[in-house]
């Protein structure tokens, strides 16, 4: 890979440069190596980089830089390159001196990670932090240089774009080709007859038009009726966000047999999240979908089976001594166990003219892929919860300006604190409360929008390339029969929530189970859980036990 192709590390120091060249050469095959020993020429730098169409993949600074503050050397890089990832490598001499200091900018986002600089060969904690802010750049940012899987069109619609965030949101390497380009063309010169669009050429398969993101999904993975239809499996999820992931890794760990049915991508809702930080374990965060991908490997390696694309039209529930059955438009499932995990779908915003340009422009939850289309435009999110701050920051990353739309006075009742934080320092986003969206439109995708002003009643219009709306949750489950008890707007009781008629013998079900012996519910679609990631990931394993519990007495044969 020659210089020009080659992302760029840039590494700062005053008098350690030398150094953290030497340091960084294991990198230097994938990665062009520059350095400078100040604030002022590392920004010289990095713009003539992006002026010769390259990137900047990362800075490297030294705590203490002779000409400026690193956080307002990071101030400055930022507005050169949104995109960079930002590390400290203090010097041991100055790890301690400097860390109270630097520590609010972490928190506040100002930059990735603070790190020990190297004292000795293979440091592989440090490079493992560098490495990991790498990958995350790499999957969010650049295209990839092997697409694993390729997609041909002479345009890209609304259905490329979902095509593109599907396979985004599974971890899947892709890129979009025109038929004229020189990899399109071979694509399409392997078919039979004139071909349709769009044309998707994954593994080593024949390339195949797909009309949905569900033809996709069994194109790559398969269908429910490849399960054989003698087999009554111990554990069927219905859902792969954190709480089915988990339940499935827990279940098929304990020698569960287990298969999870997922209509769209794994990870649900949470897969979409560019950058979760307040998750337990991750220090410098980690995005939904490599946690996702995690926890779908993890629970491979244990045996789950995974089915993706086929959204669950129906459940029977099965009488004493007979399984459960789990029906989709691609077959059913046997189950002596069923969790409802399908979590919860973003509420529509009911603006006709808007829902006519979704996927033109229009968004319902992050969208990351959609990210890179608003390069140097404007964009708006709507929502208050920490979805909408996620995607707003990662969206900042690219969008000229970002601006967040909420009802209420201010984040601080809906969001948390870090990343109001994160918002507040970052320039490129600003806040507009007592603000709803009421009115949009373009020629074939979006131009404008008119948001109301709650306070003063006064329509503004606005121009606009982007709406993303994560309005709220609502409950994702209308395949749930009417015999399993759910709260007036929709969500699955269990525990004391079920209706006191279905306890047995005066006693409630245990506090993940329905009222239906053998059908549970956990994370968002559970009635009073705690919509976070991290609660529904515990509930996902809590359940476990009780799966157990009801196989120990359930009579239905094997």
């Given at each position: 890979?020659?210089?020009?192709?080659?992302?760029?590390?840039?590494?700062?120091?005053?008098?350690?440069?030398?150094?953290?060249?030497?340091?960084?050469?294991?990198?230097?095959?994938?990665?062009?190596?520059?350095?400078?020993?100040?604030?002022?020429?590392?920004?010289?730098?990095?713009?003539?980089?992006?002026?010769?169409?390259?990137?900047?993949?990362?800075?490297?600074?030294?705590?203490?830089?002779?000409?400026?503050?690193?956080?307002?050397?990071?101030?400055?890089?930022?507005?050169?390159?949104?995109?960079?990832?930002?590390?400290?490598?203090?010097?041991?001499?100055?790890?301690?001196?400097?860390?109270?200091?630097?520590?609010?900018?972490?928190?506040?986002?100002?930059?990735?990670?603070?790190?020990?600089?190297?004292?000795?060969?293979?440091?592989?904690?440090?490079?493992?932090?560098?490495?990991?802010?790498?990958?995350?750049?790499?999957?969010?940012?650049?295209?990839?240089?092997?697409?694993?899987?390729?997609?041909?069109?002479?345009?890209?619609?609304?259905?490329?774009?979902?095509?593109?965030?599907?396979?985004?949101?599974?971890?899947?390497?892709?890129?979009?080709?025109?038929?004229?380009?020189?990899?399109?063309?071979?694509?399409?010169?392997?078919?039979?007859?004139?071909?349709?669009?769009?044309?998707?050429?994954?593994?080593?398969?024949?390339?195949?038009?797909?009309?949905?993101?569900?033809?996709?999904?069994?194109?790559?993975?398969?269908?429910?009726?490849?399960?054989?239809?003698?087999?009554?499996?111990?554990?069927?999820?219905?859902?792969?966000?954190?709480?089915?992931?988990?339940?499935?890794?827990?279940?098929?760990?304990?020698?569960?047999?287990?298969?999870?049915?997922?209509?769209?991508?794994?990870?649900?809702?949470?897969?979409?999240?560019?950058?979760?930080?307040?998750?337990?374990?991750?220090?410098?965060?980690?995005?939904?979908?490599?946690?996702?991908?995690?926890?779908?490997?993890?629970?491979?390696?244990?045996?789950?089976?995974?089915?993706?694309?086929?959204?669950?039209?129906?459940?029977?529930?099965?009488?004493?001594?007979?399984?459960?059955?789990?029906?989709?438009?691609?077959?059913?499932?046997r189950a002596r166990a069923v969790v409802i995990a399908t979590g919860v779908s973003y509420r529509k915003l009911r603006v006709e003219p808007l829902e006519a340009l979704t996927g033109s422009g229009v968004f319902y939850g992050a969208a990351m892929t959609a990210a890179r289309e608003m390069t140097g435009r404007e964009v708006f999110v709507v929502?208050?919860?920490?979805?909408?701050?996620?995607?707003?920051?990662?969206?900042?990353?690219?969008?000229?300006?970002?601006?967040?739309?909420?009802?209420?006075?201010?984040?601080?009742?809906?969001?948390?604190?870090?990343?109001?934080?994160?918002?507040?320092?970052?320039?490129?986003?600003?806040?507009?409360?007592?603000?709803?969206?009421?009115d949009g439109g373009g020629d074939g995708r979006l131009e404008w929008l008119g948001i109301h002003r709650i306070t003063t009643g006064e329509v503004e219009r606005r121009e606009a390339a982007g709406l993303f709306l994560l309005l709220g949750a609502e409950p994702h489950c209308e395949w749930v029969p009417d015999v399993i008890?759910?709260?007036?707007?929709?969500?699955?009781?269990?525990?004391?929530?079920?209706?006191?008629?279905?306890?047995?013998?005066?006693?409630?079900?245990?506090?993940?189970?329905?009222?239906?012996?053998?059908?549970?519910?956990?994370?968002?679609?559970?009635?009073?859980?705690?919509?976070?990631?991290?609660?529904?990931?515990?509930?996902?394993?809590?359940?476990?036990?009780?799966?157990?519990?009801?196989?120990?007495?359930?009579?239905?044969?094997?």
């Amino acid at each position: 890979m020659n210089d020009a192709a080659r992302p760029v590390i840039l590494l700062v120091s005053e008098t350690r440069c030398d150094f953290l060249v030497d340091e960084f050469g294991r990198y230097a095959r994938d990665y062009d190596l520059r350095q400078a020993t100040t604030a002022a020429e590392a920004e010289k730098v990095a713009e003539q980089v992006c002026a010769a169409g390259g990137q900047v993949a990362m800075f490297v600074s030294e705590s203490v830089l002779p000409d400026a503050s690193v956080m307002a050397a990071f101030g400055r890089w930022r507005a050169v390159v949104p995109t960079a990832r930002r590390l400290v490598a203090a010097h041991w001499e100055r790890f301690r001196l400097d860390a109270d200091a630097l520590r609010g900018g972490l928190a506040a986002g100002k930059y990735d990670a603070y790190l020990l600089m190297p004292r000795g060969v293979r440091d592989e904690e440090f490079h493992t932090a560098v490495t990991e802010l790498l990958s995350d750049w790499g999957s969010t940012v650049a295209a990839p240089e092997v697409a694993v899987v390729r997609i041909v069109t002479p345009y890209v619609d609304s259905l490329v774009l979902s095509l593109r965030d599907f396979l985004d949101r599974m971890g899947l390497p892709n890129r979009t080709f025109s038929p004229e380009d020189q990899v399109g063309a071979a694509v399409v010169a392997g078919l039979d007859g004139e071909p349709a669009y769009p044309l998707v050429d994954a593994f080593d398969r024949a390339p195949v038009t797909v009309r949905s993101v569900h033809d996709l999904a069994i194109t790559i993975y398969g269908q429910p009726a490849d399960i054989d239809v003698d087999t009554v499996v111990d554990l069927a999820v219905v859902g792969a966000g954190p709480a089915g992931l988990a339940t499935a890794v827990y279940g098929a760990s304990e020698g569960l047999t287990t298969v999870v049915i997922e209509a769209e991508a794994i990870g649900g809702q949470a897969g979409t999240s560019s950058m979760i930080r307040n998750y337990l374990g991750f220090p410098r965060g980690i995005s939904g979908m490599r946690l996702a991908q995690r926890a779908r490997s993890q629970a491979i390696r244990f045996g789950t089976r995974f089915f993706t694309g086929w959204p669950v039209t129906g459940l029977d529930v099965g009488a004493a001594g007979e399984p459960h059955v789990i029906h989709t438009d691609g077959g059913t499932l046997r189950a002596r166990a069923v969790v409802i995990a399908t979590g919860v779908s973003y509420r529509k915003l009911r603006v006709e003219p808007l829902e006519a340009l979704t996927g033109s422009g229009v968004f319902y939850g992050a969208a990351m892929t959609a990210a890179r289309e608003m390069t140097g435009r404007e964009v708006f999110v709507v929502g208050g919860g920490n979805s909408a701050g996620q995607a707003a920051v990662h969206l900042a990353r690219f969008a000229r300006s970002v601006t967040i739309l909420v009802r209420r006075a201010g984040l601080a009742e809906t969001m948390s604190d870090y990343l109001i934080r994160e918002i507040d320092f970052n320039p490129r986003i600003q806040v507009e409360a007592a603000s709803e969206v009421v009115d949009g439109g373009g020629d074939g995708r979006l131009e404008w929008l008119g948001i109301h002003r709650i306070t003063t009643g006064e329509v503004e219009r606005r121009e606009a390339a982007g709406l993303f709306l994560l309005l709220g949750a609502e409950p994702h489950c209308e395949w749930v029969p009417d015999v399993i008890t759910r709260s007036d707007d929709g969500y699955v009781l269990t525990g004391r929530n079920t209706s006191r008629d279905t306890w047995v013998d005066g006693m409630p079900p245990p506090g993940l189970a329905t009222n239906v012996p053998g059908v549970f519910a956990v994370g968002d679609i559970r009635d009073g859980s705690m919509k976070r990631v991290a609660s529904a990931s515990g509930e996902g394993a809590s359940v476990v036990p009780l799966v157990h519990a009801w196989l120990a007495e359930d009579p239905t044969p094997d």
